[in-house]
């Protein structure tokens, strides 16, 4: 179990479950495109960009699990996505980065 908290198990389910399951659902029960749009990739996902930024940080994780969720979503974007979105993975990179640091700087200052 100590390997498994080591490599964050959490976050690697949860990315697993954004960035794969949740495509794959939406296009396979058809989501119009736009509602894929503006509900998951901008809304859902970017909530959850932010919300793994700043835990990670409070829970002092490794910065490299900033990566995971990313990767898992580009992943789900090349198999179940239009291609445009692809590039939301450097979106979802900025914000989990920019939360995780705008975390950093807010606790440095009380």
Known sequence: M???ERIGWRY?????????AL???ATGIGISPVMRFGG?????????AIVLGRLIYRKTQPGWWLLIWP???LSGSLWF???YTRYFAIVYLCISYLAYGLTQAKTESK
Not at 12 to 20: C, Q
Not at 40 to 48: M, P, T
Request: charged share 5%; proline share 7%.
């Open 2 to 4: 100590a390997f498994l």
């Open 23 to 25: 495509p794959a659902l």
């Open 12 to 20: 690697w389910l949860v990315a697993i479950v954004m960035g794969l």
């Open 71 to 73: 990767l898992i979503y």
């Open 81 to 83: 996505l239009p291609r």
């Open 40 to 48: 998951l990739l901008v809304i859902i996902n970017g909530c959850l």
